[in-house]
T-cell receptor, first 110, second 115 residues
Framework: AQRVTQPEKLLSVFKGAPVELKCNYS??????LFWYVQYSRQRLQLLLR??SRESIKGFTADLNKGETSFHLKKPFAQEEDSAMYYC????????????FGTGTRLQVTL | GAGVSQTPSNKVTEKGKYVELRCDPI?????LYWYRQSLGQGPEFLIY????????DSGLPNDRFFAVRPEGSVSTLKIQRTERGDSAVYLC?????????????FGEGSRLTVL
């Protein structure tokens, strides 16, 4: 069985402060990990995926297989980063069937 | 050039009634997915279509739930004998057949409330 855990329902940070949204997973095979984001009044959209090793809107995430984690990080939070963030996992051979975590709401305040 | 379109955006029904939710994917996307999101939870997989056929329906909770995609484009999620526990936002997503796994394009969802 595959499982994604996001331990924080809400993360509140000041503008300019570093951000780390935690994600841990459980999967016996070789997973593919993703972060999806939902801004206020917008639809859920892909932010980044671990295989691309890219930085999107200043966010990065590194897959740590030893710790089974895929934390999302940004060095300096911006107001526009305020949104709901979901970590998701796709297992080997399961096409695009994603297992999502419960989400973390990031609130960036002045 | 629109994204994934879902109708209705809101549906209120009574316990025991039948409901249909429609999804119009992005043109040319061969893969279509239904997810369900309950309050305070992340999206939960229901069913996945590749073309006209259901490639994976392992997430459908019971036989009251059924989905079709007869022409490989528009899909309808059908719920019979609705129960209060079916209240949720039903999300549809699509992706190009050749996309990397996990790149889903979501609709805005259909919010179902069962009284």
């Amino acid at each position: 069985a595959q499982r994604v855990t996001q331990p924080e329902k809400l993360l509140s940070v000041f503008k300019g402060a570093p951000v780390e949204l935690k994600c841990n997973y459980s999967y016996s095979g070789s997973p593919e990990l993703f972060w999806y984001v939902q801004y206020s009044r917008q639809r859920l959209q892909l932010l980044l995926r671990h295989i691309s090793r890219e930085s999107i809107k200043g966010f990065t995430a590194d897959l740590n297989k030893g710790e089974t984690s895929f934390h999302l990080k940004k060095p300096f939070a911006q107001e526009e980063d305020s949104a709901m963030y979901y970590c998701a996992l796709s297992g080997t051979g399961t096409a695009s069937k994603l297992t999502f975590g419960t989400g973390t709401r990031l609130q960036v305040t002045l | 050039g629109a994204g994934v379109s879902q109708t209705p955006s809101n549906k209120v029904t009574e316990k025991g009634k039948y409901v249909e939710l429609r999804c119009d994917p992005i043109s040319g996307h061969t893969a279509l997915y239904w997810y369900r999101q309950s309050l305070g939870q992340g999206p939960e997989f229901l069913i996945y279509f590749q073309g006209t056929g259901a490639a994976d329906d392992s997430g459908l909770p019971n036989d009251r739930f059924f989905a079709v995609r007869p022409e490989g484009s528009v899909s309808t999620l059908k719920i019979q004998r609705t129960e209060r526990g079916d209240s949720a936002v039903y999300l549809c997503a699509s992706s190009p057949g050749s996309s990397l796994a996990g790149e889903l394009f979501f609709g805005e969802g259909s919010r179902l409330t069962v009284l």
